[in-house]
């Protein structure tokens, strides 16, 4: 059985990059607790677009919380106050018919406003492409259990690798920094022996690349792990912190 | 050096864990040694660990000044630097902003650590004004030596209620600086085990409070006459 909410929204509207944004108030009248919180914004949507106005643009992708595209500030939190998911994961039935929620875009200069909700992270590919690949043998594909790697690093490198490039980390930190990002994925490979050959170019290059795109400094505050849709440790940064000293001083 | 410092956000927060630690360090020998203040003996014990630290060391004991100084000027430069880096990284700020709790560390304390620092540097200016280059006077010791009565000015100074209370004040705040600085110097240091986060906060949490409180101890027992 589900009954019909009625929720209102304080929405962070922006036509374009260099235009100012403003918050915009709407009410979906029949909103239910089944839904997602991106199936509301669809809702939303449709009824701008029966009013004749321009529906909210955000990203978003699978709507399983897997691809790491969408991804909003609800009410102050990244992802929204529900722990280790993405705001596509994120359902009505938290929420009283009634609520007003606040939804506004990641928010950092490296991360530019395209319009409304949607932010350009095009900077953690750059970070990617700076070092975030291993080299492999030419012809077929080798054999996957060739070589051996202890079952706890291959844990470790499994829960580094879940990162699915959100950027919630970079939108809930107090310095906009997106070191859990960049750690992340060194940590991943610097766990695998496949990550070896380009192990200390690649935290060299990762971490300048992180400082050019104008993301802030890390405080410690591991606000980063408590959104992450993940749940990836700030132990990750850590590592890449040894990662950076090892290949600084040889 | 300093342009490859400020190049690598790595070896910034590297830096600032460092020079944290050593300060840490340096606060704790120093309220360990304001202790001395206690013994039963008006004071002699007190001149005389004073005495010793700026006459029986030598050159090292300039060399040890020179060193914190260095050391204070870099962890404050790089933190002041944090600080403007990250207004520069979000310069439009959220609406509604709030901390999701769970892993989070983020607290009072890791939200004012340039409010805490930035006082706690202008009162180190003041504190030593007040005591390293205050009034001196001068006292024999049982063995004969003549020192700097340290005590009677320590005496003089906590007697003003500005003082012994203002003094305390600071304390708690640099309680608050370490409460999130210890275990952020050994998490920028890439020490931090996994495993042991909660718990390496917890000590890193009891030990400011622990520096913090020794020192209070003194002005606070000075002033009720306690000591």
Not at chain 1, 87 to 102: A, E, F, P, W
């Amino acid at each position: 059985m589900s009954h019909s909410m009625r929720i209102h929204l304080k929405v962070w509207r922006q036509a374009g990059p260099n235009a100012p944004g403003r918050f915009e108030s709407y009410t979906v009248e029949n909103a239910n607790e089944h839904m997602s919180f991106l199936e509301l914004l669809d809702v939303l949507n449709e009824q701008l677009i029966k009013e004749g106005k321009e529906p909210v643009e955000f990203d978003h992708d699978c709507r399983e919380g897997i691809c790491g595209s969408c991804g909003v500030v609800v009410d102050g939190v990244a992802h929204g106050p529900q722990p280790r998911t993405a705001v596509c994961q994120l359902h009505m039935r938290h929420y009283k018919s009634g609520d007003t929620i606040t939804v506004e875009p990641w928010r950092a200069k490296a991360f530019p406003a395209i319009r409304d909700l949607v932010v350009d992270r095009s900077a953690f590919d750059r970070i990617m492409a700076a070092g975030g690949y291993v080299s492999v043998s030419t012809g077929n594909a080798p054999d996957a259990n060739a070589i051996p790697i202890s079952k706890v690093d291959a844990d470790l490198a499994m829960d580094y690798a879940s990162c699915i490039g959100c950027g919630a980390c970079v939108a809930a930190c107090p310095n906009a920094s997106a070191s859990l990002f960049t750690a992340a994925k060194i940590s991943h490979l610097a766990k695998l022996p496949q990550g070896s050959p380009e192990r200390k170019m690649r935290v060299r290059n990762m971490v300048e690349q992180m400082r050019k795109e104008g993301f802030g400094d890390c405080s410690n505050h591991a606000e980063c792990e408590a959104v992450c849709p993940k749940g990836i440790s700030i132990s990750a940064i850590a590592l890449m912190r040894r990662e950076y000293l090892k290949a600084a001083t040889s | 050096m300093l342009s490859r410092l400020y190049g690598s956000p790595v070896l910034k927060k590297v830096t600032t864990g460092l020079t944290g630690i050593f300060l840490t360090l340096f606060v704790l020998v120093h309220m360990t040694g304001n202790l001395a203040y206690f013994a039963d003996d008006t004071g002699e014990a007190y001149n005389a660990y004073s005495h010793f630290l700026t006459h029986e060391l030598g050159a090292l004991f300039y060399l040890i000044e020179i060193g914190l100084l260095a050391i204070f000027l870099l962890h404050a430069t790089i933190g002041i630097q944090i600080w403007l880096g990250k207004r520069a990284a979000r310069p439009e700020a959220y609406a509604v902003y709030r901390t999701a709790g769970g892993a989070s560390r983020q607290s009072l304390s890791s939200r004012s650590m340039i409010v805490t620092g930035v006082l706690l540097a202008v009162w180190t200016v003041f504190h030593l004004v007040t005591f390293k280059y205050g009034t001196y006077y001068e006292t024999t010791l049982a063995d004969g030596t003549v020192v700097r009565d340290i005590a009677r000015l320590v005496d003089e100074v906590f007697g003003n209620p500005m003082y012994a209370f203002g003094y305390p004040a600071m304390m708690l705040l640099l309680a608050v600086h370490l409460r999130h600085g210890v275990w952020s110097a050994l998490q920028s240091l890439g020490l931090v085990r996994p495993t042991a986060s909660a718990s390496t906060y917890l000590v890193g949490g009891l030990l400011g409070l622990a520096i913090g409180v020794g020192f209070l101890l003194l002005p606070i027992a000075i002033y009720f006459q306690w000591a």
